[in-house]
């Protein structure tokens, strides 16, 4: 009896948490000052009802579901993790679901399923850095799915004048009240279905280069410091050289 009312206790605690989440993001929403660029990106695709895969960074998660229209059916794949749960469900308040699943736990089902969501009209977000890294440098799981999907990739971020960042493995932004804010939109990147290795690398390295750019672009635009990338690879392995000879 005890065990299941402290189960029961947590459920509910759970949820007021993520009810407080989703109250938290329409207050900062609310209380800012927001406008948004590159939305004539999207134009095309919205108006002919033609899905694309949304991707931004998992540090620009806070914000990103009302930068959404509610009306449109959108899935964001998120992790299987705790944290994914506490995405899922936060994000549940703003009409969006989620598939769980991520590059290393239950990668191939969950890269099924949005091919399939993709093919079916919905639209669909990813965090091509997440869930865990290395912070802002796009995996290979979103190329495949635009490949096998045939849809586009279109950039996009936040930022806001008024933040704190966490102190986790992405500098997850938490954005503050009374902000100045900007949404920005690049333009779409597609794979072809025939695309061979080297033009799927091409396809991420591209995505990867514009996204940091992008969301440099629009921290600059609101007055903060832009948060650098983890070192790319090839950059870790000749900084290491370098620490292993000094």
């Known amino acids: 009896m005890g065990r299941a009312r402290r189960i029961t206790e947590s459920r509910a605690l759970r949820a007021l948490l993520y009810r407080t989440a989703a109250y938290y993001i329409r207050l900062v929403h609310k209380t800012g000052r927001w406008r948004v660029l590159g939305a004539e990106h999207t134009e095309p695709y919205l108006r002919e009802g033609k899905p694309f895969i949304v991707a931004f960074w998992h540090n620009r998660l806070l914000m990103a579901p009302v930068g959404w229209r509610r009306d449109l059916p959108v899935k964001v794949m998120v992790s299987r993790h ?12 703003f009409g969006i679901e989620t598939i769980r699943g991520s590059s290393s ?10 091919v399939r969501e993709l093919r079916a009209g919905s639209y669909v977000g990813i965090t091509p850095d997440g869930p865990r890294g290395p912070r802002m440098r796009v995996q290979p799981g ?9 849809a586009p990739i279109l950039p996009a971020t936040y930022a806001t004048s008024r933040r704190r960042l966490a ?3 992405d500098r997850f932004v938490i954005a503050l009240p009374f902000s100045r804010g900007v949404y920005l939109w690049d333009e779409p990147i597609c ?22 750019a992008l969301t440099a672009q629009a921290d600059r635009m609101v007055g903060v410091e832009p948060i650098e990338p983890d070192p790319a690879p090839a950059e870790a392995r000749a900084d290491a050289a370098r620490a292993a000879a000094s």
């Not at 239950?106 to 399923?113: D, E, I, K, V």
């Open 82 to 93: 705790r944290d994914g749960e506490m995405i899922a469900e936060t994000v549940r308040h």
């Open 191 to 212: 794979v072809a279905p025939d695309a061979d290795e080297a033009a799927q690398e091409e396809a991420r390295h591209t995505l990867e280069e514009r996204l940091i």
């Open 167 to 169: 102190n986790s493995w």
């Open 142 to 150: 979103i190329i495949a799915l635009a490949r096998l999907s045939g």
């Open 105 to 114: 736990r239950g990668g191939s089902a969950a890269l099924r399923m949005l």
